[in-house]
Every structure is written in structure tokens, then in C-alpha cells.
């Protein structure tokens, strides 16, 4: 939510910052904005609307200068405008702030500096940030900025520059996220990783509660105690290829197809040879499961979104593959519930960012209240990974467009390797069914890779489901969460209404809206409840809905019942929300292109929900 660029060094900073700010647009992409200092001044250049906006603006007037901060903004605090574009200055203009966040103090800060003769120019919490900062000023920036952020109060990131302090940056991190990216005589610094993958791949992470001073020779870190912090920089795996679209109309698109590979890669030497043959799971990575899996009682999946759906299918596979009790609940819910976490269970909490507020605040609830915490997360170094007791990787790459695909289906991968991990661990699946859900998971990448080599049919699909103002998605058991996620998918892009729910509940209340012509999504790939989803669409069909089914693609009665059939390769029925999901992701896609839609950016969202 917003992103924030800084950079230090011999390059034109407007060209660096633009560049990063272009790979951080998907945090936000109401308004865009640059500050580059230059000959004992700070220059500001900013637009509402997407960058392209403000580059306009740069090529007619572009900014001199060799360190400079940017930002992208999601709008928390007034509506999206030049005005409450980032940077913000205080009055004279010397004293130059982004940030990403919130300052949940800002009235009172606000008016107090009303109080002294501030005059506000726009209706950010950020705008209080620079006023603090010029008004606490006292030669040395990384003091200012300490003084600024003890007043304020809120989860954020702070990046500050002077025009007396030429070729140096403060940064500080309340929460939100923020790296530094080290090159060789020039310094970067970014709300995450892909905004410079392009000049470095070694960062150093600013850890909570830390200032970072930030000039071309490096950085140095110190906690907002004063204490200096030594930490050794690492090297990212991602690189600039895998946040560029390399062909592709879309990141979505590029995401969805690299989808069998993201499969195989989260999977990796998770699946070892078994000396009698055949596979077995293997996460020596989790110094958690080396402890006594029987002493897991009960699992609370915790995550928001699409990972909150990921949590959903892993509700049913931990029960179903280990035995093991599993509560779901969305994280915004969890932390006002009075959940009845106990010591002995484990926390699950589920983030592509591991940067989501909500997500972030009920895995601390989970463990104060005694559970351990296992992240299963995309990013290395982010948030939850740090603060969880384990964490399990999902091995996506970066993940660009908003709406989240690759991401997700590496989630369910996850979750299956620890559900069949689990199961034999505590003896409820017996080595022969473990040996047969790693083949399946095996076959998984080619099997992706087959659903992926028929565009066609949701491209003709996507023209019908273009028309249509409300469409209803159902299924039974993990069809259902799966209905969930194509929901989700088709309505954050194309803005379509799409509800879901389970095929039986839909004779309850929501059949008074199924009429001729509307689309019904049906996921009908669990084969315990087959006969009673056959019976479901019956009635559905009695209502003249037009009938889209996802289904195995040996399943002959389904063609008998509904119009069109997207079909998928048989697998075993745990593991198909991993296949079952694509087709939905397609229709959603192609539905969006149809329409016109901002796909990788859609109105209103933002990739990262790092506010609460
Ligand atoms: O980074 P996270 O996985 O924690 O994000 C959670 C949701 O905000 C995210 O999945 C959101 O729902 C996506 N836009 C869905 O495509």
C-alpha cells in the first residue's frame, strides 16, 4: 500500500526513481510524485492519476539531480489529487517527506502545528510528517526524523531529505516495510525488492522500530533508540526479468503461465526419494515439524483475500490428510473474535506479502495467546517471515499484478506438502497414500501446463460472462473455496458482481435471482459430492441459468447438465483446487480484457494492504 523509492549515487535520480516507481505502481496508482535535490534545493514533481501522468510531466520539466525520493499513493487521507500527492514539504520547502501508512495521530499533531502558524496544503496524515521535521530540525536530518516519529504514532515508513544535507536520506521504519538496496557507489532504497532489481540484487532489510541514513557510499542502521545495528547484507533470488512482462499483454497473464513452473519450484526438494520407491514429503526446512507433530491439536489458518481462500482448501486438508482440527478466519476477524487460541496449537497465517496488516496483527494475536506461528509466505525477508517461528516459502517469484494467481496456486502447493507431511507424521496416511499424493503432486506441473495450452474456450466464455451483471459461483466441500477464489478473481478485475457459495445453499435464498441467461459457475470436481452438485444444477438449469461447469475432463455426466464445460486432467480430488483454479483465473482475465478493464491495476486496490 504506496510505494516508496529513494536513491543516492551518480545516475539521473528522476530516471531511477521513475524506473522504481514503475515496478511499485501495483502498491497503489492513485497519484505519483518525485523529489530530487539539486544545487541547495529540493525540486517536487507530482500528479494525481498513474505515473505516466507524471512522467508527462517530467519530460516537459525534468528534475536535475543525483539523490531524490518518490512515492506512489493508495489513498488512506484525502482523495486522490495533486494536492495530497506525494512528497509533501513543510512551508519553506527545504524539508522533503514520503511515506507509507498511517499516522493515526495526525488531528492532534495537525492542530497543534496549526497552533504554531502552520498552514496545511493538503488533507494528508503525511503532510504532519514534514512540518514535524522541519519544525524539530536541528543540523542533522536522522535526528529530525527521530524526533518526527517518537510524536507519531501509527504503522509506516518515513523517507526524509533536506536541501542542507545534500546525498543523504533518512528512512525509518514503523512497521511498514522498507529495504535498502546496496549498489557499488550508489544506495537505493524502496518499500520492497523488484523497485531496483534493476541496478542491485544485495539488500539490507530496515527492521522495525530502525532508522537507516542513507548516502552513495551505503547505508548505515541504528534503532530509533540510538543503538547502531550491524547486519549483513544478502543477495535476492528474484531478478529484474521476473518483474518485467516479457511479452505479455499483462503481468496477470504472464503470472497465470508461469504457473506450472511456480508449481515445480515450490514443490522442489520438498519431494525426496523413498528408498522403497516412489516419493515422500520432506520439510527439514521447519524446525517446527522436527518437534512431535502429535502435539499439534488444533491449526487456526489465518490470511485475507486469496489467501484466506488458500486457507479455506487448507481447512479441509489438514483435516482430512492429518487429522488435525483446522479453524479458519479471516485475519480482520480473528483479532476482534476472542479467538480460543491454547497453548499446543499452531498458528497458520497466510501472506503473498507477509506484509499484510491485518494478517501481521492476528498472527501476533495467535501467538500471545501461546501458538506457535508458521508463516507460508511469498517473500523472503518480509514481515511475518521474520516474526514467525518457521516459515514455509512459496516459491512464486514476484507477483506484479494485483490480482493474485501464481501466488495463490503456490499456496495450495504448500499447504499439500504440509497436510501430507503431517498426516504421515502423526500415522494417519500410511507410506502407500503418501507415495500416491506425491506422484499426483508431481504430475501437477504438466497437468497445469495442458489447461493452459486450451485459451480458446474461456476467450468465447469471456464474451458471454462480459454481458452479464451478476454471476453466481458454487461448489461442495474444496469446490467451493474454489468457487470462492474465482469469484474474487472475476470481480476485482472486470467489476462484475460475483458472489459464491455452496451449491446447497443456493435453494435458500439466492435461486430468486437465477433466471434465464444467468451465469452459473459450477466447480464439480470433488467426486464425494458429485451426485448431489449433478442434482444442484439440475435445478439451477430449471431456471434457464447458463450453466459454466469446471470439471475433470473424463467426467462425462457434467456435459449433461451444463452448457459449456471447461475441463481439467484428473487428479486426486484433494489437490484439485491447484488445477480447478486456472480456468476460473483465465475466464476472469479474458472476462476483464473484454471489458476494457485496467487489469494489473484495477480501480480502487492495491497489492499490498499494508494499512488496517
Ligand atoms: O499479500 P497477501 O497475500 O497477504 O494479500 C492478501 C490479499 O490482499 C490479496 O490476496 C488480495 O485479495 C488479492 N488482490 C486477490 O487477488
Known amino acids: 500500500m504506496c510505494g516508496i523509492v529513494g536513491y543516492v549515487g551518480p545516475r539521473s535520480a528522476q530516471e531511477v526513481l521513475v524506473r522504481g516507481l514503475r515496478r511499485l505502481e501495483y502498491r497503489g496508482y492513485d497519484s505519483a510524485g518525485v523529489a530530487v535535490a539539486h544545487n541547495g534545493s529540493v525540486a517536487v514533481s507530482k500528479a494525481e492519476g498513474k505515473l505516466d501522468r ?14 531524490g525520493i518518490g512515492h506512489t499513493r493508495w489513498a488512506t487521507h484525502g482523495v486522490p489529487s495533486d494536492r495530497n500527492a506525494h512528497p509533501h514539504t513543510d512551508t519553506t520547502g527545504d524539508f522533503v517527506v514520503v511515506h507509507n501508512g498511517i499516522v493515526e495521530n495526525y488531528r492532534e499533531l495537525r492542530s497543534e502545528l496549526q497552533d504554531t502558524g502552520v498552514r496545511f496544503r493538503s488533507e494528508t496524515d503525511t503532510e504532519v510528517l514534514a512540518h514535524l521535521v522541519a519544525a524539530v530540525y536541528d543540523g542533522d536530518l536522522k535526528e529530525a526524523v527521530r524526533d518526527a516519529i517518537a510524536r507519531a504514532s501509527g504503522a509506516f515508513a518515513l523517507v526524509a531529505m533536506t536541501c542542507h544535507e545534500p546525498g543523504r536520506i533518512v528512512a525509518a521504519r514503523m512497521i511498514s516495510p522498507l529495504v535498502v538496496g546496496l549498489g557499488d557507489g550508489e544506495t537505493f532504497l524502496a518499500s520492497d525488492m523488484p523497485a531496483v532489481l534493476d541496478y542491485t540484487r544485495r539488500f539490507l532489510i530496515v527492521e522495525d522500530g530502525e532508522i537507516a541514513v542513507v548516502t552513495g557510499d551505503g547505508a548505515t542502521l541504528e534503532t530509533i533508540e540510538g543503538e ?117 496449537s499452531l498458528a497458520l497465517a497466510i501472506s503473498q506479502s507477509g506484509e499484510t496488516a491485518d494478517t501481521l496483527a492476528a498472527a501476533r494475536l495467535a501467538r500471545s495467546e501461546g501458538s506457535s506461528l508458521l508463516a507460508l509466505t511469498n517473500v523472503v525477508g518480509s514481515s511475518l517471515a521474520r516474526e514467525a517461528d518457521d516459515v514455509l516459502y512459496t516459491w512464486a517469484g514476484p507477483e506484479i499484478s494485483v490480482a493474485s494467481t501464481k501466488a495463490y496456486l503456490a499456496m495450495l502447493v504448500g499447504e499439500s506438502l504440509l497436510a501430507i507431511w503431517l498426516g504421515r507424521a502423526r500415522g494417519v496416511l500410511d507410506t502407500g497414500a503418501e507415495r500416491e499424493l506425491a506422484a499426483e503432486l508431481r504430475a501437477l506441473p504438466g497437468k497445469a501446463e495442458s489447461i493452459l495450452g486450451d485459451l480458446d474456450k474461456p476467450r468465447r466464455l469471456a464474451a458471454e460472462l462480459a454481458r452479464a451483471g451478476s454471476i453466481y459461483f458454487i461448489g461442495r466441500g474444496l469446490d467451493y473455496a474454489t468457487a470462492m477464489e474465482g469469484a474474487l478473481k472475476l470481480k476485482e478485475i472486470s467489476y462484475i458482481h460475483a458472489e459464491a457459495m455452496p451449491a446447497g445453499e443456493l435453494k435458500h435464498g439466492t435461486l430468486a435471482l437465477v433466471t434465464e441467461g444467468t451465469p452459473v459457475v459450477a466447480v464439480a470436481t470433488q467426486q464425494d459430492v458429485q451426485s448431489k452438485m449433478l442434482l444442484g444444477l439440475q435445478e439451477v438449469k430449471a431456471r434457464r441459468a447458463t450453466v459454466i461447469a469446471v470439471a475433470y475432463e473424463d467426467d462425462d455426466e457434467i456435459g449433461l447438465v451444463a452448457d459449456h464445460v471447461l475441463r481439467i486432467p484428473r487428479t486426486a480430488d484433494v489437490l484439485s483446487p491447484i488445477l480447478a483454479a486456472v480456468p476460473l483465473q483465465l475466464l476472469a482475465y479474458y472476462t476483464a480484457r473484454r471489458l476494457g478493464r485496467d487489469i494489473d491495476q484495477p480501480r480502487n486496490l492495491a497489492k499490498s494492504v499494508t494499512v488496517e
Open 54 to 67: 507524471l512522467v508527462a510531466r517530467l519530460e516537459e520539466a525534468p528534475l536535475q539531480g543525483r539523490s
Open 228 to 344: 547502531a545495528v550491524e547486519r549483513s547484507p544478502f543477495t535476492a533470488h528474484w531478478d529484474s526479468d521476473s518483474v518485467q512482462k516479457s511479452g505479455f499483454d499483462h503481468f496477470m497473464l504472464k503470472e497465470i503461465h508461469e504457473q506450472p513452473e511456480v508449481i515445480a519450484r515450490t514443490l522442489g526438494g520438498r519431494l525426496r526419494e523413498h528408498p522403497g520407491g516412489g516419493a515422500e514429503t520432506a520439510l527439514d526446512e521447519l524446525s517446527w515439524v522436527r518437534g512431535d507433530p502429535a502435539d499439534v491439536d488444533k491449526i487456526w489458518i489465518t490470511a485475507c483475500g486469496t489467501a484466506y481462500h488458500a486457507g479455506v482448501v487448507g481447512r479441509t486438508l489438514f483435516e482430512r490428510l492429518a487429522a488435525i482440527p483446522t479453524e479458519v478466519a479471516y485475519a480482520h476477524e480473528l483479532r476482534y473474535s476472542n479467538p480460543l487460541i491454547r497453548e499446543g
